[in-house]
């Protein structure tokens, strides 16, 4: 039985606006006349900014509650930003009345006046801004026994230097030889200490492989002098291509627990999380009920929670294609005997066969396996450093 996401998608164009600018992407796509939407997203910014083209033309934007005009002459200030172009018939109402080239020209005078302020990161993150918090409280990940063959080079970084910058592409796969990394999610609201890599231990997870120009999702820094080996990516890439679809159906749904987690965490850290309501929902998997099967969701919705007392702590939430269940040879610490499931109204899943997956997992390279495990541990790792943060945050 199948696990393969045959979800499509309209995104033509997709990119950094740190490469190129909000006016050369509109003078590109205005160049074409194109009609779609473009979507921006900033970790710097609370709401997406759309912007509507017709004939490539701009008609209308928005920005939060910012509308029209106004809105696009904010966008023009978002200098760390990714976009997305998305090919589709618009029909929302002309607002914006000006012709493209005058856009362009006025959006870039008023960033260049002042007038619109710039959104992105610092020219670069000091350790020090990022020690409110005691050091004690961060978990530290320890990796397996290095495998050599597959490092191509070595390098060495000093004190505080950023190894991975958030939203930015880059698709390197490193192994901490020696030293400590820290892991940082940026919100808007600041930056969230997540969790400490030491020797052994991968800087990058396996959703590297499943998009060769993958974004970014967190900070490294180096904490004193650190020495990287970098890895054959070329080659651990091929050998994935290579898996079934099967298995690499349910890497994909490990990939998105960890960074749906990592997100929660950064935000259960700065105090930014929200209670979560189960009143429409119903209990569908816990430690006494489906305790070995695992299941692809087909439709609906899913929470993965941990309870506390009466406190319900949302792990992650899980969508169609995503699988639920105990999935032994990818242990994360969830579902069943550490979590619980809790389902919408109209869900439907597919229980699944995991022998051969699990035959094929096992005749893995070991560093590719090795990079899975990777995974799996800084998922049950941060978990646990979410929910202390929210049992602590709602003991104070």
Known sequence: ??????????????????????????????????????????????????????????????????????AIN?????IDAQFEFINEPVSCPKIIKKNRMEIILDGLRLVDDGIIPKLGRAPLLQPASLMSNDDSELPVVKGPLIDYIYILDEEEFADGKEIVIQEKYGNWLWVVLQGTV????????????????TDGSFIGSIGSLFEKTKIRSATVLSIGRVQLGVLDFDRIFREFTNISENLKALLKSLE????EISTNCAEAILNKTQNLNLNDFKLYISSDKNNDRAYQIKRGKAFVVRKNKNQFIKLCQLDPGDIVGDVPF???SHEPDSAEVYVSKDFEAMEIDLNDPKEEYDDLSETLKNLIKHTASCTIVTTNRLVNTMIKGSAG
């Open 1 to 70: 039985m199948g696990l393969v996401d045959k979800m499509k998608s309209n995104v033509v164009l997709k990119g950094s606006l740190s490469f190129i600018n909000l006016g050369e992407l509109l003078q590109l796509l205005g160049g074409s006349g194109s009609t779609g939407i473009v979507k921006i997203t900033s970790i710097y910014a609370n709401d997406p900014g759309i912007i509507y083209l017709v004939e490539g033309n701009p008609v209308n934007a928005d920005c939060g509650e910012v509308k029209g005009l106004n």
């Open 74 to 78: 904010a966008m023009f200030g978002w």
């Open 182 to 197: 820290e892991v940082v999610r940026l919100l808007p609201e600041g930056p969230a200490r997540i969790v400490r890599l």
């Open 256 to 259: 998105k627990r960890f960074k």
């Open 330 to 332: 990818l242990n994360t």
